[in-house]
Structures are given as C-alpha cells and as structure tokens.
C-alpha cells in the first residue's frame, strides 16, 4: 500500500552528517535490499533521509519509487526531481531514465534535445540502454539527422556491452543492409538468442534451417524456432508446426504439427494479421482434415460460425 513520503526533520538530517561512512553505506545497501524485495515502506524509510543528503545512489532509487509507484502515489515529476539530482552526480543509470521522461513527456513537457543530452551522457559512460536508444534516433532520423552508419556505430558500441537488442538489430543491419554479411548476421543474432530475445532466435533458427551464414542445420533450426514458438513469435509457431508436419529437424509428429498451427493462428489473429491465420487454417484442414483445432480455429476467424 503507498506511504506518504515523511518530512524530514532538520536534526535528523544534522544526526545524518556526523554518522560514519560505513553506518551511510550499510544503511543505503539495507535501503536497496528492501527495494529489491519489494519492501518498499521500508525501502522508503532508508533511502529517503540519504537522497535527501545527497547520495545519488540512493536518489536513483527514490526516484524509481516515484516512477513506479511502488510504496509511493506514482509522481513522474518527483521522479525527475530525484533523477535529476541524481544524474547531476554522474549517476548514469539516472541519466537514461531523465532522458527518458525527457523523450517521453513524463513528468515534464517532452524536449527532444533535453532526452539527447541526457542519453548522451549516459553513453558517454558506456549506459548500453542509452547507446541502443541513441541508435534507434540515428536509424529514423529523431532529433538528429537520419545515419546508419552512426545508428551502427551506437549499436555495435551497445552489442559489445551485451544489449541484445541492439545485438538483434546489428544482425538485422548485416543481414539486409550492409553487405549482407550473413555470418556476421548469425553471430549477433545467436548472441541476442542466448539471452532469450525471442525475435532473434526466430532469426537465428530461420538462418539455420535456409543456411544463411553457416551450413544448412534443420536440427538446430528447429531448436531455436521452438525457443522462438514458446515466446509467442506467430511465424516460428507456423515453421514449428511445419517441421513437426515434415518431419524435418524434429520427430514427425502430427499432433504436435496441428496444435502448432493452432497457436500460429492465434497468434496471427491478435496481430491483426487475419488474412495469414486463414492460410494457417488451411494448413491445418492439409495436416488433419476435421480436426478439432481447425474447428476452433475457423470458429475464432470467423467470429463464432462454425465450421464447414
């Protein structure tokens, strides 16, 4: 349940100053640890008299209190507050999250070059979000002019400190636009897959199972499209059903083929892309004619009709 944030008194905050370094940090360290546990009228009352001091640390996760709302009424504007106190240190994890509310608007009108000063100084110290955002801005044009070779160099910058998105992204730039370097492609979409980006492992088995950057590989094709189909990726649940139908790269197993087309039809339908959920059902009427999937199925296209 939210707390009122409690008004420090000026003698408390006196006591504060004369107490030892290690009473400070063993304090602020308790205070994050309450944060993290979601603890946070406890969390709350540790962190707020040293941010009040000026500990940035403690600052940061003030403001992310306010932003979040968590023991706290959600208020973007104290967030900004305290980020902006924090990020003034040199803090850089609030220097992303102020451009944030910059680029956004949250708590403050949006200012597009108020969000690249702030993302550029997080970068300036490595920040992997701001270097993957700074990335995207150069890709569209946002505020600075349109460059893929600066979006490159902010995403290879943001790959090389683990971002997988910008891992995923770099792999797209291989892929499609430079080169097309289909090798480098895999590396990064592999590298991204690895930490679970859904999209890239969709990719990585696509690359796999076309020999696209390496030799053909049904087998692990089909182990990271079905990473990919567990996530929820529409087109990876469709080429697992499709495999499982073929029995390419996994056993033949028909059962299995049809409640995969299943998923890639639904799927399909909640991104609006109902034209290709058809086609889904005509793959499952091939598979197996008069399943019960195929009923429910056209069923949900074709809002409550039933089949044929």
């Known amino acids: 349940m939210p707390v009122k944030s409690t008004l420090l008194s000026s003698s408390f905050l006196a006591l504060l100053l004369f107490l030892p370094a290690q009473v400070v940090a063993g304090a602020l360290e308790q205070g994050v640890d309450a944060y993290d546990r979601q603890e946070f009228e406890l969390a709350l009352s540790l962190l707020e008299p040293l941010a009040a001091e000026g500990l940035p640390e403690a600052q940061h996760y003030l403001g992310n209190m306010y932003?979040?709302?968590?023991?706290?009424?959600?208020?973007?504007?104290e967030a900004l507050k305290w980020w902006s106190?924090?990020?003034?240190?040199?803090?850089?994890?609030?220097?992303?999250?102020?451009?944030?509310?910059?680029?956004?608007?949250l708590g403050v009108p949006a200012d597009i070059d108020r969000a690249l000063e702030w993302y550029r100084r997080a970068a300036s110290?490595?920040?992997?979000?701001?270097?993957?955002?700074?990335?995207?801005?150069?890709?569209v044009g946002e505020g600075v002019p349109q460059s893929r070779t600066e979006a490159k160099r902010y995403w290879q910058d943001a790959a090389n400190r683990g971002d997988?998105?910008?891992?995923?992204?770099?792999?797209?730039?291989?892929?499609?636009?430079?080169?097309?370097?289909?090798?480098?492609?895999?590396?990064?979409?592999?590298?991204?897959?690895?930490?679970?980006?859904?999209?890239?492992?969709?990719?990585?088995?696509?690359?796999?199972y076309e020999g696209r950057g390496c030799t053909a590989d049904p087998r692990r094709a089909f182990d990271w499209l079905k990473k990919a189909a567990e996530q929820g990726v529409p087109d990876a649940q469709a080429d697992v059903a499709a495999m499982y139908a073929r029995g390419v790269g996994a056993p033949l197993d028909i059962s299995a083929a049809v409640t995969w087309y299943h998923r890639a039809g639904r799927s399909l339908l909640s991104d609006g892309r109902r034209d290709e959920a058809m086609e889904i059902l005509d793959m499952i009427a091939e598979t197996d004619p008069g399943s019960d999937s195929y009923r429910k199925l056209y069923t949900e296209i074709f809002g409550g009709a039933s089949a044929p």
């Open 67 to 77: 932003a979040s709302g968590g023991g706290v009424v959600q208020d973007f504007t």
């Open 85 to 105: 106190l924090a990020a003034a240190q040199d803090h850089t994890a609030s220097q992303y999250n102020l451009a944030y509310l910059y680029h956004d608007g």
């Open 125 to 139: 110290h490595g920040e992997p979000n701001a270097l993957y955002t700074l990335g995207q801005m150069y890709a």
């Open 164 to 208: 997988p998105d910008a891992q995923y992204d770099l792999g797209l730039l291989y892929s499609e636009e430079d080169g097309r370097d289909q090798a480098a492609a895999l590396g990064w979409f592999l590298r991204a897959a690895e930490q679970g980006h859904p999209y890239a492992q969709y990719r990585a088995g696509t690359s796999y």
